[in-house]
């Protein structure tokens, strides 16, 4: 079992910026394609990002490409997200997810998933 926890969530104002981190202990996190979700209320899960397994490949969704960054330190066992010139559209509850094999854009290719953290941004 891989068990990753997130932090980082809040209430921002429109335009500022905050970092999701996802911690992962119990198995080889650089064995993991890892990404993010995020699920507004009443709406689908939705892809934000992904990374690859050293981390020299990343995908976004259209909707956050240019101002979110996707990042991973395996030594530190820890996926981030930094999140920019946020949106009040952005608000949603954000989750990452580990893949053991290619990951992706579906939330049906993770096998590992966080609880998630509250993102609030209040226009």
């Known amino acids: 079992q891989l068990q990753l926890e997130e932090s980082g969530g809040g209430l921002v104002q429109a335009g500022d910026s905050l970092r999701l981190s996802c911690a992962a202990s119990?198995?080889?996190?650089?064995?993991?394609?890892m990404g993010w979700f995020r699920q507004a209320p009443g709406k689908d899960r939705e892809f934000v990002a992904a990374?690859?397994?050293?981390?020299?490949?990343?995908y976004y969704a259209d909707s956050v490409k240019g101002r979110f960054t996707i990042s991973r330190d395996n030594a530190k066992n820890t996926v981030y997200l930094q999140m920019n010139s946020l949106k009040p559209e952005d608000t949603a509850v954000y989750s990452c997810a580990a893949a053991s094999l290619s990951g992706g854009v579906a939330a049906t290719s993770y096998d590992y998933w966080g609880q998630g953290t509250q993102v609030t941004v209040s226009s």
């Open positions: 119990g198995r080889t996190f650089s064995s993991y394609v």
């Open positions: 990374i690859s397994l050293s981390g020299g490949r990343t």
